[in-house]
């Protein structure tokens, strides 16, 4: 996959879909191009956050620990992100990414993503607006679980 | 040192004075003759007096003389020689008497010359030897910059005055004396005259100079303290960007160099006022003798051949005075120098010669306890830090010595490792004052590591062995003119009171690390550095250095195996994908088109990162390859998109270190290049544009820039051009490249770089750590894991140690101290530069290292974190200069004292 078919990819994530190519596209050439196989670990919960993934082909499962081992609480398909809020809140990972089948990924450097989101406030404006999507769901899903009590 | 410059160089070199002048006496004589020569040629067998009858002869060679009481005593009868023969023969003389005079000054100036400069290479040791005596606390207030100005800079003139110093002033005095007398004897009137003024020229000028001795003093002081500023800013050139304070720095420089220039201008000003002054008052003589003595000879109390005479000597006269003067006045500005330096080299408390004399033999153990009795020490300021402590260290017990902020425990390491002098009391071992004890047996018996590491700029190696270099162990075998030269330098090196200790010895003391000798020193270096927790990081830099060949063989001699062993493990755990292999007949994706091209590592400035596309040979093979018009299209494509992303970003962008291309400072002038050159020909490019746009190619990996410009017949043309570019090399760049050779060590590559011998994959995040581990265990395996450490401890610690990291200077540091297996172990905050859990860490294994083989050292270490004391037999409790707890740490915890307090 070259540089510019990466491009495309980045265009059909939400979080850059505001932004404009040329800017993507050196984004996509200052990230690294990194590539798993099927098993291996992205990223483990409790790592220092110090990058962001954007799937570019393959799956991969997004684990949380808990007392009976590992649970699969989502998956990840291509043109999404992950990996985002460890680099914002300078926390560690709040999950562990493995890859399901083999996988391609680009690797956003936290400074890098960092400098984007200042030099571009359309994608900050979309990260908040992802992040407060979020949190309605993460309220809704409270108020649910409350209610059902 | 002696005040006085003149006794320094009369005590050290009368010998030579005597002889050079006695010399210079019998120079005189062959001087003389060539004189008298020239008439005796003249008037004899040129003009033919004595030879008016033909065929006449005349006596060559004749020794007669005149003897008192006895008469005339001939000698020798001489030849008879006639006209011609007589004219050669004096030539003859008058050659052998120029040859003669020629070498008389050649050996004179030699001699002078030589004794100059052992004398300057005698005080430079002695400077450097009195800074090697100083007590600590002088070091608190000179700045080494300054010291160093003294011994390199201000003594040097000294070296051109010693051979003058005495031959000078009686030569010179010696030929103005008789000029002078010689105008006495012609007329006493005029030689008083001529007495006056030389009297008056004795008398003011050296009173004018006196100013220009103050300035001298002056520029000297200033020169130095600017030296020393230089070295400041040089030291602390962090704080000085961290703080923006370059300009301030640059107006304090440059206000001392307008007061430096001040006073040289000042210097320059008198010194032509004196000149002009001294010239004026040799000048006045002629004058009063022409005046004085025209008017004697007018009235007819002088005769004229008389005043001619006497003019004529005078002539004789202001030369030798001149000189003197000039002499004088070098004189003063040596000893003013002299003094300056001797001045500041005068310490009081210097240490004795008898405690750093060297001792081959090792001393015994210390075996008694190290005691501090009643002792106080106060900082510079006068605030104690310690207030008349007593205590005991026994011999094999381990001492955590806590301390609150003002405690004052540091000081007490300082004291035991004399690093600080006690004000009151003392530190005795089995009643010796510590300070009266030799070195020999306190920097062998004793240890000291503290956080503030001094490390030299030498090879990590160099720096964990210092501690064990106290004295020449072995004598170096020389033969040949390495013998010869030896003999010299031993010979030169008494001459000048240097000592003759030979450097090229082996200075390195085995049996004090608990060694035998340079094979079994590893294993004892390899225990510390473990202990230490730093033979990884070692490790690590001896994969990224370098190995010197002549010294690491086993890793040339065993590379394919190393090779081979790790694709096996890489294929055995399924990661053969990790490293793409260097094959000769194969293009590496995962490498640069340039390292494709070249496959070799570059030797030398030829063929080296951007000189490559410029290299004729290799545009040649370019061209043949049919790749020069391919790889310039590559070369603009790769411009037009590092330029379409980067151009619009500011130059510090963190982005710029993702550009392989390019540097951001590049990125105006290929934006300029690619704008002439877009719709040209690719014929009408100018070479050097060519070869700017091409290198651009060179730095592009396909996986990594994803630019898509690679297709499978430009890589099989790469690997055809390699083919050709090594076949054809010519002989001037055979040294300029090592190809690579799967079967071959390369030396000019790395460690890393030859076991791998192929590129780690780009799109493998954790690829290189992985790898690493793996080399390092292969290499365990093979069991040249002990070879790639002393590859790392080849690694040049850089200026004070600071190509390491602090918390490496201070693991070094007491690697160091344990190496040397004292029977007292002081350490100081040895690693506060280390998190808490590194810190026990390194603790827990250096007290188990210092007691290896039964070897019980007392240790006393002043810990950073009162958790640590658990680890030791004692604790001792330090608040406000104060020893205020002392016991075992069960028995402190029992108590409700400060140490409860320090820990919770």
Known sequence: MLLKDEVGMLQRVPLFSGIEPTKLKLLAFTSDRVSYSAGQILFRQGDEGDAAYVILSGRADILVDSDSGPIKVAELVPNSIVGEIAILCNSSRTATVRAACPLEALRIRKDHFLRLMKEFPEMTIEMVRVLADRLNHTTADLIDARSAK | ?904
């Open chain 2, 1 to 904: 040192m002696e005040p006085s410059l003149a006794r320094y160089i009369w005590t050290h070199t009368k010998k030579q004075q005597v002889w050079i002048l006695m010399i210079v006496v019998l120079s005189m004589i062959p001087y003389f003759m060539s004189f008298d020569l020239p008439k005796l040629i003249v008037n004899g067998p040129i003009q033919g007096k004595g030879f008016e009858q033909p065929g006449a002869t005349q006596p060559f060679m004749r020794l007669h003389y005149n003897l008192p009481l006895i008469g005339e005593v001939q000698f020798f009868s001489g030849f008879q020689l006639d006209r011609k023969e007589t004219l050669f023969a004096l030539s003859v003389v008058f050659l052998l008497l120029v040859i003669i005079n020629g070498l008389f000054k050649l050996y004179i100036n030699t001699y002078k010359g030589r004794l100059g400069e052992r004398m300057l290479r005698r005080i430079r040791f002695d400077l450097v030897d009195r800074v090697l005596r100083f007590p600590p606390i002088y070091f608190k207030r000179v700045k080494s910059a300054e010291v160093a100005t003294m011994v390199k800079d201000e003594v040097e003139p000294l070296g051109g005055f010693i051979g003058d110093a005495f031959l000078q002033p009686v030569l010179l005095g010696g030929q103005a004396l008789t000029a002078m007398l010689f105008i006495v004897v012609q007329n006493f009137w005029l030689g008083m005259i001529a007495a006056v003024i030389v009297i008056i020229q004795i008398v003011i000028i050296p009173r004018m100079r006196r100013r220009l001795i103050v300035l001298g003093r002056q520029r000297q002081l200033t020169a130095r303290a600017l030296s020393g500023r230089v070295g400041e800013i040089v030291d602390g050139i962090g704080a000085v960007h961290v703080h923006d304070t370059s300009n301030y720095e640059r107006a304090d420089i440059a206000a001392r160099l307008g007061l430096i220039f001040r006073i040289r201008f000042d210097l320059y000003q008198w010194k032509f006022m004196v000149k002009f002054l001294n010239n004026f008052l040799a000048q006045l003589t002629p004058f009063l003798f022409y005046m004085i003595g025209g008017y004697l000879v007018i009235q007819g109390r002088l005769d004229v051949g008389q005043l001619v005479a006497v003019i004529g000597a005078y002539k004789d006269l202001p030369g030798p005075m001149k000189e003197l003067i000039d002499w004088d006045q070098d004189r003063q500005d040596v000893q003013v120098k002299y003094q300056q330096v001797v001045e500041q080299f005068t310490v009081e408390g210097l240490i004795a010669p008898r405690i750093g004399a060297l001792t081959i033999d090792d001393p015994d153990p210390m075996t008694n306890p190290l005691s501090a009795i009643s002792l106080s020490i106060a900082d510079d300021g006068g605030a104690m830090l310690l207030n008349r402590i007593s205590l005991q260290v026994r011999p094999g017990e381990t001492v955590a010595l806590v301390s609150t902020a003002t405690g004052g425990a540091e000081a007490l390491a300082e004291a035991f490792a004399r690093l600080n002098w006690p004000d009151s009391g003392r530190i005795a071992s089995g009643g010796i004052d510590l300070l009266e004890l030799p070195e020999a047996v306190t920097g062998r018996r004793m240890s000291y590591a503290s956080s503030d590491v001094f490390l030299f700029q030498a090879s990590l190696r160099d720096n964990l062995l210092y501690g064990l270099k106290h004295a020449p162990l072995t004598s170096v075998p020389y033969d040949g003119a390495a013998a010869d030269q030896h003999r010299w330098n031993i010979h030169e090196a008494r001459r000048s009171g240097n000592p003759d200790l030979d450097i090229h010895s082996d200075w390195i003391n085995y049996a004090s690390a608990g060694a035998t000798g340079p094979h079994d020193l590893f294993e004892a270096v390899r225990r510390v550095l473990d202990a230490v927790v730093l033979s990884r990081d070692i490790l690590d830099l001896g994969l990224r250095s370098s190995a010197d060949l002549t010294r690491h063989t086993e890793l040339a001699r065993r590379i394919v195996e190393l090779r081979a062993a790790l694709r096996t493990r890489l294929e055995h755990e399924g990661l053969s994908g990790l490293v793409v292999p260097f094959e000769p007949g194969a293009y590496n994706k995962e490498a640069t088109i340039g390292q494709n091209l070249l496959f070799g590592a570059a030797a030398g400035p030829e063929l080296a990162d951007r000189a490559l596309a410029a290299n004729p040979y290799f545009a040649s093979v370019l061209r043949q390859a049919g790749l020069d018009r391919t790889l310039y299209e590559m070369g603009m494509e790769i411009a037009e998109q590092a330029i379409e992303l980067f151009a619009d970003l500011p130059p510090d962008h963190q982005f710029f270190q993702q550009l392989a291309f390019m540097s951001a400072e590049e990125i105006p002038a290929y934006e300029t290049l690619l704008q002439r050159l877009k719709n040209r020909s690719h014929e009408a490019v100018s070479e050097n544009d060519r070869a700017m746009i091409v290198s651009l190619s060179f730095a592009y990996i396909e996986p990594r820039h994803r630019f898509g410009l690679l297709s499978d017949e430009l890589m099989s043309k790469i690997v055809a051009a390699r083919n050709l570019f090594h076949e054809n090399l010519p002989p001037e760049l055979q040294n300029a490249i090592e190809r690579y050779d799967p079967a071959k060590y390369i030396a000019a590559a790395t460690v890393m770089d030859n076991v791998l011998f192929g590129r780690v994959g780009n799109n493998h995040p954790d690829a290189p750590d992985r790898i690493r581990s793996i080399v390092y265990d292969i290499l365990d395996e093979l069991g040249l894991y002990a070879e790639l450490l002393d590859v790392g401890l080849d690694f040049n610690v850089g200026s004070g140690g600071r190509r390491l990291t602090g918390g490496q200077r201070q693991k070094l540091d007491v690697a160091r101290a344990l190496l040397k297996r004292p029977d007292f172990l002081i350490l100081n905050r040895p690693l506060s530069a280390l998190d808490q859990r590194m810190q026990d860490k390194v603790l827990r294994n250096v007290l188990e290292e210092a007691r290896r083989d039964g070897h019980s050292p007392a240790i006393v270490w002043v810990v950073t974190n009162p958790a640590m004391a658990m680890m030791f037999d004692r604790v001792i409790v330090f608040d406000s200069g104060q020893l205020v707890e002392d016991g075992t740490h069960e028995t402190l915890l029992a108590g409700n004292g400060i140490f409860k307090e320090l820990l919770s």
